[in-house]
């Protein structure tokens, strides 16, 4: 089996993969607990891997972990968690089983995310990734009781969110969600629409989210298409052994707009929902059903919505060597459309030149309803220390029914993927990752026609230590792409990267190359709405580009760390929907040669005033420029930064309350593509927390946007005026 | 501590010296083309396409002459009583126009030959002076001719064949 493995990986392409090795290592079995350095109490939920091999596991809920087949040489083992500094723990080489191994971890509140996984597939040290990667932890998300998890990563720094279209660094500007050039993974698993390629953010509940990692800058060397301008991880969330019980309760309204002239309703909008969520582990398996609803009046005219989830979780934990899950999803979604606000004469204009609250009257009632189902496994199998052997097989379905006044449109997609890869430490410090990916995605629909999109991929990546203090990974994938079976098309996406530590300096630098394959909608888009026509384009070519960073990280103070990047992207044959000749068409054609630069630097405190505050302080500043028509890119802004601090203070008995605020800016984009001559303002928002947590009782009350500042991100679209919530969430 | 105090207050700054949007006051002068408000009466058809405001240069007399517009406005909305108009999406070139309109369009394909089903008059621009025949509007050479306003009565919507001169001799 193991001789056939290795054969495998050779044809896979790797280079110096040896022959079987005549002897089998002798194996031994290591067992202990991870323990926090302040109390000795077990630290449930902790990251624990053998450095150097394919072992890794998750400690439980007393803090245990078990290897039953370790290698007998000298060992490390690495753990890691949240809210602590990592650990590594060394072990003699010996035949004898070991199963009393502790592992202290000193608690580090600074410690965002220790590990991450996006960065090259595989479990890493944050600091040790090759690129930059920004991580929201559960803490994030229950702190800013977030409705969805657009909103989780919107304070990310870097990233903007466009009425629900992400851009990260600069790399998507506005398309109304058609032809993300960011890619979501769930669990690793990619979920971008099959047709739009766009991201549904509803998709999971966000209270069953552990973390979301952000991978900034193109992908493509390990994602393929879509991973253009970056990824993002959604992670669900571990389940602990005994029954847990979790429930959380929404409930807000909207503030009146600050001005009388824009009145629209008498009775403030409200919205209000419920999670729910019951996990245990029953033997071998871990299982956690979750479901939920959300009823939103909305904060504009006809922009009611409702919506209802579920999720299934399942997790197979017989042993260290096998770890498979299968996690199920379902999203319904049902509502009323909002293109543009209201301008002279369009609505009961009350004698202004707009109305930000209001819709076109003739659109009134014009609805969508949109449903999503996923299903995906995974699996990842330890042949032996050195080896391990991954796959996955996933689908995505999403459907949607417009039915306006005047017209009702419907698409239905699916998206099938399938991936088997391997993982091979021939030594300490070296990794080889190698696999073949597959992707058929099809669409039927009145707008984009029936057709469908087959993807083929075969990947490989060398990361290996260089020296003491420096890690290189080389890498490259080959997609092969066709649209209706015909016409396949290869591309190339390679990556070089490196990262060292030169004390206390830990330097980062990478260079790589991307692409995004245009979506089945921006090609075969055909409709016609106010006289405009939107008229296919089977012949659009790939997007594509080169892409570099530069980047440190630093403690700047015993309690100060600082991190700074420099990147910059080339981009070639970017998608735009253009003008024909006829004035009256619009076609989605490779027009634009682009080039963004630009400079990240984020900043983080903890144990400020006697230890109560932490504060945290991002800055991004964008050069992105269209070099076909010499003029900026539409949408982008040119900087945009984010202030945060929270001050923490235990109340003893009484449970502990944290007071928080995010001071936000986004400068007004130089250019936009619509509505050019509207008057623009930059984007500045002030949204206040407070959390009172005790036994499993937490409540956070929120007021987002509370100096009622009325802006917009994409011209004609109002963003939320000030938003009063509270969430209650118990946890038994 | 001092770095975030100090990049606090420019934040803070930032934040209070931009009221961000504000209301503004519609326009009152005409600039292009010819503006008005059409006020409606009468309960609006289920079988209604769109409600727009449609200028003729002259009257037609014929069936192909019935799509020759020279220009004509968005689709106006049916919510409230009445709206507010400016036409058109091409401006209007200066000139005299001999008949503006509200014009509804029933749902259907529109064709020469199906105009006139499809095609129904539910008010015109009158002459103040004389309010029982049509308004000849005249847009200046620069700038543009305001208070053109129409009545839109939808009880009471009439072919557009039926204002041809010939349908309307005697």
């Known amino acids: 089996m193991r001789l056939a493995l290795l054969a495998a990986l050779a044809a896979l392409g790797v280079a110096g993969v040896p022959a079987a090795r005549a002897q089998q290592p002798t194996l031994r079995r290591i067992a202990g607990t991870v323990v926090s350095a302040t109390d000795s109490s077990p630290v449930a939920g902790a990251s624990i891997a053998i450095i150097g091999t394919t072992l890794r596991m998750t400690t439980d809920a007393a803090g245990r972990f078990e290897f039953p087949r370790a290698p007998v040489d000298g060992l490390d083992l690495l753990a890691a968690r949240i809210g602590y500094e990592p650990e590594i723990a060394s072990l003699p080489a010996g035949a004898d089983d070991d199963s009393s191994v502790v592992v202290v971890l000193p608690p580090n509140p600074i410690q965002v995310a220790p590990v991450v996984v996006t960065a090259s597939r595989e479990a890493q040290l944050t600091e040790e990734a090759p690129v930059s990667v920004s991580v929201a932890t559960a803490e994030d998300l229950e702190r800013r009781a977030t409705i969805g998890i657009d909103e989780a990563i919107a304070r990310v720094p870097g990233v903007e969110i466009q009425d629900g279209q992400i851009g990260i660094r600069g790399s998507s500007g506005y398309a109304k969600g058609l032809g993300s050039r960011v890619l979501l993974l769930v669990d690793g698993v990619p979920v971008n629409e099959a047709d739009r390629d766009g991201i549904d953010w509803d998709l999971l509940p966000v209270t069953e989210v552990e973390r979301v990692e952000v991978v900034k800058g193109t992908a493509s060397a390990m994602y393929g298409s879509s991973a253009l301008g970056g990824v993002v991880n959604v992670i669900t969330r571990d389940i602990p052994d005994p029954l847990e019980l979790r429930i959380r309760l929404l409930g807000g309204g909207y503030a009146d707009p600050p001005y009388a002239a824009w009145r629209w309703r008498t009775t403030p909008a409200l919205f209000g929902g419920v999670d729910l969520s019951l996990s245990r582990r029953l033997g071998p398996v871990k299982l956690l059903l979750s479901g939920g609803g959300l009823s939103n009046e909305g904060y504009r005219q006809n922009n009611d919505d409702r919506r209802a989830h579920a999720l299934a979780k399942l997790v197979l934990v017989s042993s260290p060597q096998l770890q498979a899950e299968l996690v199920a999803a379902a999203a319904d979604e049902s509502y009323g459309q909002v293109l543009l606000w209201c301008v002279q004469g369009q609505c009961d204009d009350g004698g202004q030149a707009y109305q930000p609250f209001r819709v076109d009257s003739t659109t009134l009632g014009d609805r969508t309803r949109s449903t999503k189902y996923m299903v995906q496994a995974t699996a990842r199998r330890a042949l032996a220390p050195d080896l391990a052997l991954r796959g996955r097989l996933s689908w995505y379905r999403t459907s949607f029914e417009d039915a306006y006044r005047t017209t009702s449109d419907q698409a239905t997609s699916d998206r099938l993927g399938g991936e088997l890869g391997a993982e091979w430490h021939p030594r300490e410090g070296r990794v080889v990752d190698v696999g073949t990916e597959g992707t058929y995605a099809t669409v039927t629909s009145d707008l984009f026609g029936d057709h469908s999109q087959t993807e083929l991929a075969w990947y490989a990546e060398d990361e290996t230590d260089v020296g003491a203090s420096g890690r290189v990974t080389l890498g490259a994938r080959v997609d092969a792409i066709a649209v209706d079976a015909v016409a396949w098309n290869a591309i190339a996406s390679p990556r070089l990267a490196a990262s060292w530590t030169w004390w206390p300096v830990r330097l980062r630098a990478s260079v790589g190359r991307g692409f995004r394959a245009p979506s089945l909608a921006e090609r075969f888009t055909s409709t016609a709405a106010q006289g405009i026509e939107v008229i296919p384009n089977p012949n659009l070519e790939n997007e594509s580009s080169w892409s570099g960073e530069v980047g440190a990280a630093a403690p700047a103070t015993r309690n100060l760390v600082v991190d700074a990047a420099l990147f910059w992207s080339e981009y070639q044959n970017l998608i735009e929907p253009e003008l024909v000749t006829s004035g009256t068409e619009i076609q989605f054609t490779n027009v634009t040669r682009a080039r963004v630069r630009g400079l990240d630097l984020t900043a983080r405190a903890t144990d400020l005033v006697h230890g109560h505050v932490t504060a945290s302080l991002a800055w991004t500043w964008l050069d992105a420029r269209d070099l076909t028509a010499d003029q900026p890119l539409a949408f982008r802004p040119r900087d945009l930064a984010t202030l945060s601090a929270d001050w923490l203070t235990d109340l003893g008995g009484a449970g502990a309350v944290t007071l928080g605020f995010d001071a936000h800016v986004a400068s007004s984009p130089a250019r936009v593509e619509i509505f050019e001559g509207d008057r623009r303002v930059a984007a500045r928002t002030l949204d206040l927390r407070a959390t009172w947590r005790r036994r499993g009782v937490t409540v956070v009350a929120k007021v987002e946007n509370a100096l009622n500042y009325i802006y917009t991100l994409v011209p004609r679209t109002l963003e939320p005026p000030r938003t009063y919530s509270v969430a209650l969430t118990l946890d038994q | ?170």
């Not at chain 2, 129904?120 to 308004?135: C, K, V």
């Open chain 2, 1 to 170: 501590m001092r770095l975030f105090a100090a990049a606090a207050v420019p934040l803070f700054l930032a934040l209070g010296c931009d009221g961000g949007l504000h209301p503004e006051l519609s326009p009152t002068a005409c600039t292009a083309g010819i503006c008005g408000v059409v006020r409606f009466r009468g309960a609006v058809p289920d079988s209604t396409d769109y409600v727009r405001v449609v200028v003729y240069q002259a009257v037609p007399d014929s069936l192909d002459q019935i799509t020759s517009f020279a220009g004509f406005s968005d689709p106006l909305p049916l919510g409230p009583d009445s709206a507010r108009y400016t036409c058109c999406i091409t401006p209007l070139a200066p000139g005299a126009y001999a008949w503006v309109l509200v014009v509804w369009k029933k749902l259907g394909a529109l064709d020469v030959n199906s105009a006139p089903a499809l095609l129904m008059a539910a008010g015109s621009f009158l002459d103040p002076a004389d309010t029982t025949r049509l308004g000849t509007v005249t847009v200046p050479p620069a700038g543009g001719a305001g208070g053109i306003d129409i009545v839109a009565d939808f009880g009471q919507l009439q072919s557009i064949s039926a204002f041809f001169p010939a349908a309307r001799a005697p």
